[in-house]
């Protein structure tokens, strides 16, 4: 394996966040505290607890997941599809560069700069809510999963977009209405017995269950369940990927 190839080009995407600091990291801190301040303070005086856990704290979860999922997509859409855009992507392709080695790159750079994400947003929280992580393994495990998974679906979405719309037209009309609607915000238990057996086809579900059992030890699915889902989606995703690069889907236009 190319190690200076997968260096060069995980430094380079790394050095793209700080020069749009304020989007990548900034906006979404300051999002997320709008949040708690809309979410806490004009329901969480309305809602006392869920399952035992204040409800400022209950949302915690929730909303790390919304930013981790929907950043994890824009990294890595963004950072394949831009030399794409300007044609570098054929000096890239020319290179003695493997496509594993470009995923791990490229991929490996949004993943981070989600997890770096998700901890300044998990500090960010502890300001407004008391906070508990009663298993920190399996939060980090989830956490470092989904970034992967994620990020690998935004890799499959700017290989799949042929224009700066198609990037934001999965992440806004289905990623993040499915973060919404999988229990960010609540507790699918609240729902008539028919709306939870339809949230239960949401994956965003089992991925929000897991992270906030690592941190309360409450779920609405069982967190094996939620780890197999997790790993499920990651194994269809890097099935893609494998496919894209076997058959150079989209890679060149």
């Not at 470009?102 to 502890?126: D, N, P, Q, R």
Request: with cysteine; proline share 4%.
């Amino acid at each position: 394996m190319n190690l200076y190839a997968i260096r060069a080009i995980y430094l380079s995407e790394m050095a793209r966040t700080g020069r749009t600091l304020m989007q990548s990291i900034l906006s979404p801190v300051i999002s997320t505290s709008l949040y708690f301040v809309v979410f806490g303070a004009a329901l969480g005086s309305r809602i006392e607890e869920i399952h035992g856990v204040s409800y400022g704290a209950f949302i915690v979860p929730g909303l790390i997941m919304l930013s981790l999922l929907t950043q994890s997509i824009s990294n890595a859409s963004i950072g394949i599809y831009f030399p794409k855009f300007i044609g570098t992507i054929y000096e890239l392709l020319s290179a003695p560069v493997s496509y594993l080695e470009i995923v791990v790159a490229y991929v490996g750079a949004a993943a981070t700069k989600s997890i770096v994400l998700g901890v300044i947003i998990l500090a960010t929280a502890g300001l407004f809510v008391p906070l508990q992580v009663l298993h920190p393994f399996w939060m980090l495990l989830f956490l470092v999963l989904t970034a992967v998974t994620f990020s690998l679906f935004g890799f499959i979405i700017g290989i799949w977009a042929d224009g700066f719309e198609k990037l934001q037209l999965v992440p806004l009309l289905i990623i993040t209405p499915l973060t919404f609607l999988g229990g960010s915000f609540y507790s699918i238990s609240m729902l008539p017995p028919f709306w939870q057996t339809v949230a239960l086809f949401n994956p965003v579900v089992y991925l929000i269950s897991g992270f906030r059992w690592s941190f309360y030890g409450i779920a609405d699915v069982n967190v094996a369940v939620s780890l197999g889902m997790t790993l499920a989606f990651l194994a269809a995703c890097l099935a893609v990927v494998a496919w894209i690069f076997r058959t150079g889907y989209r890679l060149k236009s």
